[in-house]
């Protein structure tokens, strides 16, 4: 498949991803029984995986939205911009923020601090995708759909210059 100016070619197919994503609302809901959590998606990445996931919470709990950025292209441009900010209030909620992939860590690294001094009840990270070989800032999420090698990926939410979010399975990035 071509989108703009690269080849990609299949990496995850559609059925693989929906009983991943179906097996981490199962685990959340029964992490969180009883406490009602605020899940954070953080724009525009995540809204697919954010969408997926939240269908399968059955247990009461809420969600919102905030836009941190840091990609151009294909790659990290080191740094995060807040396009859209946070509104609910945290302090002692259970907060999990849901996070299309964690690659350098810079997003959640430059972001986390925020969160923690609202003074949330608990917080944890669910990410579709962790790319561990490409971390460079400690953090850690607590759900992950799946751990990925450092390529560049795309669909399920993910893009390229503003392409393939749309795509139901994911793509790497061919060589």
Known sequence: MQVHDK??????????????VAELGKQIDKDYEGKRPLFIAILNGSFVFASDLFRHITIDAEISFIKLASYKGTSSTGNVITSIGMEEAVTGRHVVLLEDIIDTGKT??????????????????????????????????????FEVPNKF???????????????????????
């Not at 990609?8 to 991943?20: E, G, L, S, V, W």
């Not at 690294?109 to 949330?120: K, M, N, S, T």
């Not at 393939?164 to 060589?175: K, S």
């Open 7 to 20: 080849v990609f070619r299949p990496f995850i197919d559609a059925k693989t991803i929906q009983a991943r």
């Open 108 to 145: 959640l690294h430059a972001f986390l601090p925020e969160i923690v001094h609202r003074q949330p009840a608990s917080l944890k990270i669910a990410t579709f995708l962790s790319k561990p070989d490409a971390l460079q800032y400690e953090v850690k999420a607590d759900y992950v759909g």
């Open 153 to 175: 990926v795309l669909g399920y939410g993910l893009d390229y210059d503003g392409l393939g979010r749309n795509i139901p399975e994911l793509y790497e990035l061919a060589e």
